[in-house]
């Protein structure tokens, strides 16, 4: 039940009890005088609380983020979420857990409205599962891409994450991509069907992952329109952009009509905003101006430890919305 359901719910019982209770009073006071209509004022009934923060962008916590502030239930830490004024939320590892916790959690996200962010359904570092044309690799990611489309449909998921794989050393890269585009529009054929969309991140290598085939955001805007599907767009972490290739705001410009989510995290360090070198505030006021209605997930860790570094990363994303 909707906190608001249940606050409205339990107003409308304190009215009932009321009014018969004056009625009762009423009854015993003037036994034997002409009998008179009097109606009972309605008790007012508590409003919703308001959450603690209003935030002009759809900024998504994860599973972690609020540990230590909101404990290590999971319902809980969305409560949570949604108390500061998050309105959406990540899991990466949606798929490995356990369709009761899937079905509690969705639950749980429809009644605090919170709007479910992107769950990983494929992401492969080591194996060039797209580029190459093993024929067993591309039948494991056609699988996944399976199993992700009834992970979304249980947790009221729109977006997914896939990571292409490793590049191979010996073969072309313009034979690479013409296969990677073919795997990607087999992957979308799944998924149009069911208004699915997977959203293929770029990743750096200079810092974290070296060797992925897919590691700028040129490169998935061509593979994007090669695709041409709608279940097939990018993923533009700005993390893993600043250190590929940095010019943010004109490469979101040049891009935006392939790209389908955000995420975000400082660098040097992947911490909260206002840790690094990236001017978020200054971004997250360009989206703004695009009028951007989609997610910005918190792809990052905290620079300081325990409950102290928790409410630190609260209030980044209060300072970097104040524009």
């Known amino acids: 039940m909707k906190r608001r359901d249940f606050l409205a719910t339990s107003g409308s019982w304190g009215i009932g009890a009321l009014t018969a209770g004056t009625l009762f009073a009423q009854d015993a006071a003037t036994e034997g005088e002409p009998e008179k209509t009097t109606v009972a ?19 998504a916590p994860h599973f972690g983020t609020f540990r ?12 949570f979420g949604a108390d500061q004024g998050f309105t959406a939320w990540e899991d990466a590892g949606m798929t490995n857990r356990s369709v009761e916790d899937q079905e509690r959690i969705a639950k749980a996200m429809t009644d605090l409205g919170i ?32 199993r992700a489309i009834e992970t979304a449909k249980r947790i009221n998921a729109k977006w ?19 296969n990677c585009i073919d795997m990607l529009k087999q992957c979308s054929e799944k998924l149009e069907p069911h208004g699915l969309v997977m959203v293929l991140e770029p990743l750096n290598w ?23 599907s709608p ?5 533009f972490d ?20 392939e790209v389908a989510y955000f995420q975000c995290g400082d660098n040097p360090g992947r911490k909260e905003p206002g840790t690094g070198e990236i001017n978020f505030r200054r971004i997250f006021q360009h989206l ?8 910005i997930g918190m792809e990052h860790g905290a620079s300081r430890k325990g409950p102290e570094g928790e409410q630190a990363v609260i209030d980044a994303y209060v300072a970097a919305d104040n524009f």
């Open 160 to 178: 997914m994450t896939v990571v292409p794989g490793a590049y191979e050393r010996n073969v072309p890269w313009d034979y690479q991509t013409s």
């Open 115 to 146: 709007e479910m962010g992107v769950f990983v359904a494929e992401a492969s570092f080591n194996k060039p599962t797209f580029v190459g044309k093993d024929k067993q690799n591309r039948e494991q990611v056609l699988r996944k891409i399976d």
């Open 288 to 295: 703004h101006g695009k009028e951007y209605d989609g997610i």
């Open 231 to 235: 279940s097939c767009k990018i993923l």
């Open 41 to 59: 004022k309605p008790a007012p009934v508590a409003a919703t609380p308001k959450p603690k923060h209003e935030f002009k962008l759809k900024y």
């Open 206 to 228: 200079w810092a974290n992952h070296p060797g992925v085939f897919l590691h700028k955001i040129p490169q998935a805007y061509m593979i994007c329109r090669a695709v041409g």
């Open 68 to 79: 230590k502030l909101a404990g290590d239930d999971l319902v809980d830490q969305l409560k």
């Open 238 to 257: 700005l993390y893993h952009q600043q250190i590929s290739e940095g010019n943010l705001i004109p490469n979101i410009n040049r891009a935006w009509n």
